[in-house]
């Protein structure tokens, strides 16, 4: 890393700062993306593992109950062959906590918003000349190793949740806004719109 008296403020150093600064400020942005789809897939698998549990416990019980009350030796046997689907299930639950998963996804998908945030205030500021180009090399550095400090507890994410990301940051818009929407979301004295 160059120390700030190397560091030359020219526009030059700043478009070559700010081109840095976009892309990471992509790839934060992708990341967070990637850990909300990761997470929001995880729970879906959990809530339909927890469906056919009680599914399979409620049939398993039937079986049984019917087995105790007819002669059926079918009952009986359905009722073990879907116990032991039941058994796999929960064998799988146990070692495989996908609720606790899907929150570190959560959490790292938090810790990636705040960073992103203060990479795009970063952006800003450097465009309008807020802090000196040493300063924003400084900020530019600590995002980095804040950013590296979640990468490194952060659980690894799917091809199927960067996909998903993918097409909510690329095709559905997510994180960005027309102006008439951000108009609806701010108060009356700063929307754009309307004023004179």
Known sequence: ????????????????????????????????????KCADILLARLGSIKFWQIVLSAMTTCGFIFAIFDSLRVLGVAGALISTTLLVLNSYTKDYDLGTVAQRHKQAANELWLIRERYLSLITDLLINRKPL?????????????????????????????????????????MTFSENELDALLPEGLRRNGRG
Not at 26 to 31: H, N, Q, V
Not at 159 to 166: I, L, S, V
Request: with cysteine.
């Open 134 to 174: 040493e300063e924003v090399v400084e900020e530019r550095d600590r995002l980095t190793k804040d950013l590296s400090e979640v990468y490194a507890s952060a659980p690894s994410t799917s091809g199927r949740a960067y996909k998903q990301a993918q097409q909510a940051l690329k095709y559905n818009e997510d």
């Open 1 to 36: 890393m160059a120390s700030p008296s190397q560091i030359e403020d020219s526009a030059q150093s700043r478009a070559l700062i700010e081109s840095q600064l976009r892309e990471c400020y992509g790839r934060a942005t992708y990341s967070h993306k990637t850990h909300e």
